[in-house]
């Protein structure tokens, strides 16, 4: 095995490959890419729709420990999940905060005792530095207005960090980029063979048909839902592992309730579904968990999902809610690691693992140590996972892959910002004010929105603009021509839900005409190029 480490963005070709090749434009595929980037490796990501199309703009957006699995004794998992609410809050504070849950008591799913155990251990499993400790509440002398049925009377409060999902995928992607990875959103990898100590992968960009043929010394497959789909395309590559898929849909609707704090609500099944703030004056209801059998991209909430969330939610609140309060909704195919077939959906493992195919010569090449079984170049796919555990996910699997880098660099990222959330020591929020009084002429709620999406590279989008007439066109809401410009040149997009639905999540405020404005803009801008 080599152990080059490439400075420079290679050609890809046999004689000049790229080090690794990333497989999948998700959470954990821009993970991977962008440490690997910054550990002195080449790395090319290729994605066949765009950057978190699939399930990693379809989560709760939530960066948590998953309070609810230490029923199941993953506590290593758990462990791992809340120190990663302390990092993501240091590595991206435009994008992430904390965030109040009410989990309301319902004596006949747990006993208070149990409760009162699980968030013990929840405080002080990831050494807690930020987030406050729980605590006991009464509900009815904080909602002293009737919005929760007068059954309940007492409830606990405790700390996750809200996170805007898809934001996070491309800004993982922006800053692979920004240290030398090639990232080729809309393209897909029809085939890959060894040839020596290289693979020789073929990728197809879907909306010209173009074929580009690439050498890697080694591929990394996080396609998520499709890691299975990605190993059939593989030459001579037989997995022992394999993913269940479940379904996972939330709904949006009017905030009903005052205050910035969310609800945790305990369904009869012993789940839990979370009840949070969404935006402006919107509320995010989810999830459900179901199996799943279908093609992934075809996935949608059907009505059996609708009447179980509005079912818990007027088990718990006074006001009654019905499918014609629903604004919006959502789903998502989560991956999660087939560790037993006879588990529940909710039961499935939500930690991850990896397959090693080095084309062994006894077989799937799981021992790094055995070198003398290797044959050709590795492949590593991931099995499972969360969007919270992503960073962790990516370190390991970069561990897998020492003993074929040998020269490569030590983990790096639980303390290196992500673009735009580098305040010089500032909090976010006094950034934010120094940028609205830099910017007094931005229309209401413009500059706190910039902060919110872009951080400290909101300065860099309105470089040169001076008022409201350089922002150029208006498409409505907070969406103008500057931002959609951005977006174009430096986040990958190319469609109107890429603007509106993955990149930033203007398509909740504005009309259909306001949206096909947007497409009809992007048509004249592909019909200049």
């Known amino acids: 095995m080599t152990d080059k480490v490439s400075h420079q ?63 199941y004794y993953e506590f290593r998992l758990v462990r791992e999940a809340l120190i990663e609410r302390e990092v993501v809050l240091d590595v991206a504070p435009h994008l992430a905060k904390p965030l109040r849950l009410i989990l309301v008591h319902s004596p006949e799913q747990r006993p208070r005792w149990l409760i009162r155990l699980g968030l013990f ?18 509900l009815q002398s904080e909602w002293p207005d009737g919005l929760i049925k007068s059954e309940f009377q007492s409830g606990f409060a405790y700390w996750d960090v809200w996170i805007d999902d898809a934001r996070l995928v491309v800004l993982n992607a922006v800053d692979a980029a920004r240290r030398g990875a090639e990232i080729l959103t809309r393209t897909e990898l029809s085939g890959a063979r060894r040839k020596g100590e290289l693979w020789c992968a073929t990728l197809r960009d879907v909306e010209t048909g173009d074929w580009r043929e690439v050498h890697a010394r080694a591929i990394f497959n996080g396609a998520g839902p499709w890691v299975e789909k990605v190993l059939s395309s593989v030459d001579k590559v037989n997995s022992g592992s394999s993913v ?24 009869p099944d012993k789940r839990i579904i979370f009840v949070n703030p969404y935006f402006e004056g919107l509320a995010l209801v989810g999830t459900t968990d ?41 789903s998502g195919v989560r991956p999660l690691f087939n560790d037993d077939d ?33 044959e050709g170049a590795p492949l590593l796919s ?120 993955r990149r930033t999540k203007h398509g909740l405020f504005l009309t259909d005409d306001e949206k096909a404005s947007v497409e009809t803009w992007l048509t004249g801008i592909r019909g200049a190029a």
């Not at 379904?247 to 309730?257: A, D, E, Y």
């Open 9 to 71: 963005t290679p050609s890809g070709t046999e004689a000049d490959p790229f080090d690794l090749l990333v497989v999948g434009g998700g959470i954990n595929g821009v993970g991977v890419a962008r440490d690997a980037v910054g550990r002195g490796l080449s790395v090319l990501l290729c994605e066949k729709g765009d950057l978190s199309e699939g399930t990693s703009s379809r989560s709760g957006k939530y960066i948590h420990g998953g309070l609810r699995y230490l029923e």
């Open 121 to 138: 251990l929840y405080d002080h499993l990831g050494g807690r530095k930020r987030i406050p400790a729980s605590r006991a509440v009464n």
């Open 244 to 267: 269940r898929l479940v379904k996972g849909s939330h709904i949006i609707l009017p905030k009903w309730w005052t205050g910035d704090n969310g609800f945790v609500l305990q369904a």
């Open 290 to 330: 179901v199996p799943f059998d279908g093609r992934p991209e075809d996935v949608k909430i059907d009505q059996g999902e609708i009447d179980y969330l509005l079912g818990i939610l007027n088990t718990y609140f006074t006001r009654h809610l019905s499918g014609s309060d629903i604004l919006h909704s959502y």
């Open 342 to 374: 006879d588990k529940s959906a909710s039961a499935v493992t939500r930690d991850y693992t990896f397959e090693l195919d080095t084309g062994s010569k006894g077989g799937k090449g799981k021992s790094q140590e055995d070198k003398s079984t290797w």
């Open 382 to 501: 991931a099995f499972g996972g969360k969007l919270t555990t992503y960073r962790k996910l990516a370190e390991h699997a970069l561990d897998h892959l020492v003993p074929f880098f040998p020269k490569m660099k030590p983990a790096w990222t639980a303390s290196a910002s992500l673009p735009g959330g580098d305040f010089s020591g500032r909090a976010s929020s006094e950034w934010a004010v120094s940028f609205r009084q830099s910017n007094p002429w931005l229309p209401e709620g413009l500059a706190e929105h910039y902060v919110l999406c872009y951080g400290t590279d909101a300065a860099k989008l309105l470089a040169g603009a001076s008022c409201p007439a350089d922002l150029g066109a208006h498409f409505g809401g907070l969406f103008y021509e500057v931002e959609a410009r951005w977006l174009l040149d430096h986040e990958w997009a190319r469609t109107a839900d890429d603007m509106l639905v």
